[in-house]
């Protein structure tokens, strides 16, 4: 049984793995998470809403409970949850208990912060990165509140068993104050808010973890874990005529979304794809991408770039890791889904969409003329340090593939060029990359085609790893992975794709 604990033996089977706090040795044991097919659950309770949280996020079968994924890079990431029903009048209040700090060996010890937990409220339509947008407010446990990323101290930090209450008062004249409690001590007013800014808008229960499982009391328990200041209700004992329920999600696969991004780097896929999101905030949409499990990478409300010491390439590296797996899990939920990578490889267009069969599946294909790609390659590189390789654009202008409605495709749209116009563009990076050649600084070691070579570029260096052609890239001093992103024929030319599409 010890054995099972090794994070190398979790990962032999991803399908079937469970997260850490089902293998503790202290005795304590959650329920299971709840089923990817959603059971029926009266709605008229306050519980974690299962649509409203992140795909990383395990709700248990009771949905009062629930812990994130932590294995490999997973344990970088901040993951969020919010509660079924919100509230916007009265005195309200909830529990949050840190149930346990979920062992992450596998972190580097320089990793700030590796075990943390942010409660507090927000609206509907925030994000689940509790704290870090308007009309989000969180207390977190390094003695920290924060609204919008910007963070001031606050009351005193808290940890594994440790309870806090969280207060809002919607009866305090033109404002609304909100307030917490460590273990039954009051710890002040954190936040005070015109009530015309929130616009008779509801505030939700909101926690947002790194590495720790947590439970809720929204007023289910028979006791609360500590006293509640006098005046103030349990959300679940307000009449559901005084709560506010959150959007409901789709009731089937066939009212569901999976818009599917085709372009070459720096395009504007993640551009598109963020503002499509913010144009239909009733979709919720999820957005699977690098640039986006990065975001949720965050130090302090700082994107990770900016405090992290180890190397690049492996975060890159494991972030790509992780979206797979979310793509996975993504394929089971009824949820609406933006996937922002590349995809321009036929073969991977079809390999991705096959899993959401039943769901409404579009393209969307960014094809910006040549002059403007390369403008905006140059501007990404200024302002992010992206660089892609030469070699890298090269390959997948080689195996460009347009989709086309069809067997896996309902629909296909076109942002920019129009598909005329597109299909004479994509021929000339057809030719362009298969005339290329590979790159000249590939060098072979007649063992079946491994390169091993370095050459620099751009202030850093760029190397094979000898698996098949797969590259990691540096740049800017910070490094970026392209796991598996590209990967030649068995001659090793590079003109042929395998249509394993890389994380850009």
């Known amino acids: 049984l010890p054995e099972i604990r090794r994070p190398e033996i979790w990962c032999i089977r991803p399908s079937t793995v469970l997260s850490p706090p089902c ?65 916007h009048q009265g005195r309200v209040c909830y529990e949050m208990k840190v149930n346990e700090e979920i062992s992450v060996k596998h972190l580097p010890s320089t990793e700030p912060d590796p075990h943390v937990v942010r409660v507090g409220w927000s609206l509907d339509s925030c994000s689940t990165q509790l704290g870090e947008e308007p009309f989000s407010y969180g ?22 068993n440790d309870v806090i209450a969280c207060l809002v008062d919607f009866e305090c004249g033109e404002e609304v104050e909100m307030s917490f409690m ?52 349990f959300i679940q004992h307000l009449p559901v005529a005084e709560r506010v329920r959150g959007t409901l999600g789709p009731k089937s696969k066939a009212e569901c979304e999976i818009l599917m991004m085709v372009g070459l780097p720096a395009a504007g896929k993640t551009t598109w794809a963020v503002k499509h999101a913010a ?80 769901f409404q599946r579009k393209a969307i294909v960014i094809c910006p003329t040549d002059q403007d790609l390369r403008d905006r390659t140059i501007k990404r590189t200024d302002e992010e340090g992206k660089d892609v390789p030469d070699h890298a654009v090269l390959e997948m202008k080689a ?36 005339n290329a050649g590979p790159p000249p600084e590939k060098r072979f070691d007649g063992g079946g085609g491994r390169p091993h070579a370095f050459r620099s570029r751009g202030g850093g260096f760029q190397r094979f790893d000898g698996r098949g052609g797969n590259m990691v890239t540096t740049t800017r001093g910070s490094f970026q992975n ?9 001659g090793g030319n590079g003109s042929t794709g395998t249509g394993r599409d890389p994380p850009f």
């Open 23 to 87: 293998f503790r040795s202290r005795g304590r044991s959650p329920q299971p998470p709840a089923e990817d097919e959603e059971e029926d659950f009266d709605d008229t309770l306050v519980a974690i809403d299962t649509y409203n949280c992140d795909l990383h996020f395990k709700v248990a079968r009771d949905r009062y409970s629930g812990y994130p994924l932590t294995i490999e890079g997973f344990a970088y990431l901040w993951s969020g949850a919010r509660a079924t029903y919100g509230a």
């Open 139 to 160: 207390y977190g446990g390094t003695g920290k509140k924060s609204t919008n990323c910007k963070f001031e101290n606050y009351g005193e930090t808290f940890a594994e």
């Open 182 to 233: 460590k273990n039954g001590k009051w710890l002040g007013v954190a936040y005070r808010v015109r009530k015309e800014l929130l616009g008779g808008r509801a505030l939700f229960p909101h926690v947002l973890v790194k590495n720790c499982a947590i439970e809720f009391n929204f007023g289910q328990r028979e006791d609360t874990y500590f006293s509640v200041p006098p005046g103030f209700t």
């Open 279 to 358: 144009a239909n905030p009733s979709k919720k949409y999820n957005i699977l991408g690098t640039n986006a499990i990065m975001d949720k990478m965050r130090v302090m409300g700082l994107r990770r770039q900016r405090n992290y010491a180890g190397r690049w390439d492996v975060l890159i590296q494991q972030a790509t890791q992780c979206l797979n797996r979310l793509i996975q899990i993504a394929a089971r939920k009824k949820r609406n889904y933006i996937l922002d990578q590349t995809n321009v490889y036929g073969s991977a267009q079809r390999r991705k969409m096959r899993p959401f069969e039943g």
């Open 399 to 434: 195996n460009f593939t347009l989709p086309e409605a069809g067997e896996f495709l309902d629909t296909v749209l076109y942002v920019e060029l129009q598909r005329e116009e597109a299909e004479v563009l994509v021929r000339q990076y057809n030719e362009e990359g298969r």
């Open 482 to 490: 392209r796991g598996g992103g590209f990967r030649g024929s068995s």
